[in-house]
C-alpha cells in the first residue's frame, strides 16, 4: 500500500520528539529533537515538508507542549491524527480495563512488537521504566512502571544538590560516589527488567523476546545479552496506526 509521502510521525515525550516521513506505510529515517536543546523550533522547522498531507501524532508530554506541538504543525499539514489507546488494535487485546490509562506510547510499541511476531516483554526507558508483556497471539498481560535510571538519578540531585545527576560508569562495587550512582540507578532498572523476564517467561511458559526502547536503553544493553533494540518501536507502532486510519477512509 502506497501512502502520502508527505503524510509524517510524531511521537512527543517528556524530553525528546521523534519524527519521520511515512513511506509506504512504514516508519522513515527518524529524526530526534530534545526539547531543551538550542534552536529546537528552527530545526523542527527545517525537517517538515512546507505543505504535508497527514501529522499522525502521539503524545505523552504536558499539555502544554502538545498543544505548540500541533499549533506548528497546523501550519504546514493538512489534517491531524492524534493517536489514542484502545482497546483493541491491529490484533492487540489491552489488558487494562480502562484502556484510556495505557499511555499511548506504551500501546503503540505494544502494536509494533506485535507485528515483530511472537511474544515480547516490551521496555521502555525514558523518563519512566516500563515493561509491557504481550504474547504471541497479540493478548497484552499488563505492565510494571518505575523510575528511570535518569529520574532516580534527578530526584537525588534535587534531594541532596552534592549528588551529580550523571555521569559515571555502572561496575559491582563502585569506589567513588558517582560510578555509586550510576551502578545503583542503571541496577535497579536492570534488577526489575530481569524480574519481569522471569515472571513473563513462568506465565507465558516460554522465553519471551526482550525489545528495548527510548533513550536511556543503550545504557542497560550491555548487561542485556539477549536483549534487542528497537529506538523506533513508538514510531514503527504510530505508522501501524497510521495504516489503519488510512484503510478506514
Known amino acids: 500500500?502506497?501512502?502520502?509521502?508527505?503524510?509524517?510521525?510524531?511521537?512527543?515525550g517528556n524530553t525528546r520528539l521523534k519524527c519521520a516521513p511515512l513511506v509506504d506505510g512504514r516508519c522513515g529515517e527518524?529524526?530526534?529533537l530534545a526539547h531543551?536543546?538550542?534552536?529546537?523550533?528552527e530545526k523542527l522547522e527545517a525537517l517538515l515538508p512546507q505543505r504535508g498531507g497527514v501529522a499522525h501524532v502521539a503524545s505523552v508530554a504536558p499539555q502544554a507542549s502538545t498543544v505548540d506541538l500541533l499549533d506548528r504543525l497546523a501550519s504546514r499539514f493538512a489534517r491531524i491524527d492524534l493517536a489514542r489507546t484502545q482497546a483493541s488494535c491491529a490484533g492487540v487485546r489491552i489488558a487494562y480495563a480502562d484502556p484510556s490509562k495505557l499511555g499511548v506510547d506504551r500501546f503503540l510499541a505494544l502494536l509494533a512488537a506485535h507485528a515483530r511476531g511472537g511474544a515480547a516483554l516490551v521496555v521502555?526507558?525514558?523518563?519512566a521504566l516500563t515493561l509491557d508483556l504481550i504474547d504471541a497471539s497479540g493478548q497484552h498481560h499488563g505492565g510494571r512502571i518505575a523510575p528511570s535510571p535518569a529520574l532516580m538519578r534527578e530526584a537525588l540531585h534535587a534531594r541532596a544538590s552534592v549528588l551529580p545527576r550523571e555521569g559515571?560508569?555502572?561496575?559491582?562495587?563502585?569506589?567513588?560516589?558517582?560510578?555509586?550512582?550510576?551502578?545503583?540507578?542503571?541496577?535497579?532498572?536492570?534488577a526489575l527488567v530481569a524480574d519481569g523476564f522471569a515472571a513473563a517467561r513462568e506465565?507465558?511458559?516460554?522465553?519471551?523476546?526482550?525489545?528495548?526502547?527510548g533513550g536511556g536503553a543503550p545504557a542497560l544493553l550491555p548487561a542485556l545479552r539477549d536483549a534487542a533494540f528497537a529506538p523506533s518501536l513508538v514510531l514503527?507502532?504510530?505508522?501501524?496506526?497510521?495504516?489503519?486510519?488510512?484503510?478506514s477512509r
Do not use: K, Q, Y
Open 124 to 127: 521502555g526507558v525514558g523518563t
Open 236 to 247: 514503527e507502532g504510530l505508522a501501524c496506526w497510521a495504516r489503519l486510519e488510512v484503510e
Open 30 to 32: 527518524v529524526a530526534a
Open 203 to 213: 506465565r507465558l511458559g516460554i522465553a519471551p523476546i526482550l525489545l528495548l526502547h
Open 168 to 190: 559515571g560508569t555502572r561496575v559491582d562495587f563502585a569506589s567513588d560516589t558517582t560510578d555509586a550512582l550510576a551502578s545503583g540507578c542503571e541496577g535497579a532498572a536492570l
Open 36 to 41: 531543551d536543546e538550542a534552536g529546537f523550533a
Open 1 to 12: 500500500m502506497s501512502t502520502n509521502p508527505t503524510d509524517w510521525l510524531f511521537d512527543l
